[in-house]
């Protein structure tokens, strides 16, 4: 299980927790617009760190978006491996023929 694969768990294992005693709790008693406001803050963050050029908070700051996007995902019940079977989904059609059927199936 990689880390990515742990930190999901945890999250999900959170939900039911004490919004007192665990943060990711805290966030997910809030609702989904909340975990998305807070993923939405992280990713601005990390912009702001890629344009800087600092390597080191640009890593820490991909850790908070990664842990947000998780919680956000949990708010509305999509699970990482959902996420991940897309991605897999994806792997042999190029980013441009990606791009191309979501903007014909949208009718653009």
Do not use: C, N
């Not at 989904?89 to 191309?100: P, T």
């Amino acid at each position: 299980m990689s880390a990515l694969e742990r930190l999901a768990a945890t999250i999900e294992a959170r939900k039911g927790a004490d919004p007192e005693q665990s943060w990711t709790a805290r966030l997910l008693s809030k609702g989904p617009e909340k975990a998305a406001e807070k993923f939405g803050e992280e990713a601005l963050e990390a912009i702001i760190e890629a344009v800087k050029g600092d390597r080191a908070r640009l890593t820490a700051e991909a850790a908070d978006v990664l842990y947000h996007l998780l919680v956000m995902l949990a708010a509305r019940d999509v699970t990482l491996a959902e996420v991940l079977a897309e991605l897999e989904a994806r792997e042999h059609r190029s980013g441009l023929a990606e791009k191309a059927a979501r903007r014909d199936a949208e009718g653009k």
